[in-house]
């Protein structure tokens, strides 16, 4: 595993917070290591998760320190970005900074200049214009295509939003995003909706169903262990029953 699949295992668990306390968490995580790895690759994960707490925590500090220094937010903004690079070069190592953080780097660099080109006073807005249309054209076809997706999906989670507050009816969300991400796309989105709703009916039926054998005194501990298999096999695929992890 590369340190960007690490990180992604890692993010998984550590999402859970509030649902588990830490050291549960951290005890998933090297469990799951250890199912995964063996040898000199366990050893060089568990160094990187390590590593990375370490990095989480010292963002978290840097987030109640750090303070605005100019009261230009294009330079605030380069000033925090070289901040946060800084504390990356402390725990990683140049292959998991490419690996990690080269086209989110990109993608920063490229808000900055069109900032600073979209403030600048002695531009015409034509010139503004071709500049950030060069700015575009410089960047390489996939990361200009992964650009545009992530505006494309902020555009769409905004006015999906919107929508809502204004009491929007399922049938009126279907028809936005058709109309912002096409027909295909809005119903893979809408596919994704529903599943989303069965889990957290199942997730809240087992929840409380683990709760009321939790509280059965009549049942042994095997007996209990073995009523918990069962109810996740009643309620839950097999590859659900891997996503169920993180909340045990």
Known sequence: MDAKQLKALFDYYLATQGERTFPE?????????????SGKALQDAQDFFHR?????????????????VSADVVSQMSQRLQLLRQIRARHFTPLELKQLFASSDVMDELVLQRMAIQRRQDLSEAEK???????????QPEQRAARQQTIQHIALADAERNLRKQGGTPEQLQALRAGMVGAEAAQRLAAV???????QTKLQQWK???????????LSGPQ???????????LFSENERKRLLAYQ
Request: zero cysteines; glycine letters at 2%; charged letters at 30%.
């Open 25 to 37: 968490i951290r005890q998933e995580i090297e469990k799951q290591l250890a199912a995964r790895l």
């Open 52 to 68: 990375y707490l370490a990095y989480l925590n010292d963002l978290g500090q840097a987030g109640k320190t750090i303070s605005p």
């Open 129 to 139: 214009r071709r500049q950030l249309d060069a700015l575009e054209q410089s960047l």
């Open 193 to 199: 909706d529903a599943e989303a709703v069965a889990w």
């Open 208 to 218: 409380q169903e683990r709760e009321q054998l939790a509280k059965d005194e009549a």
């Open 224 to 234: 209990r262990q073995q009523a918990l298999q069962v109810l996740e096999q009643k």
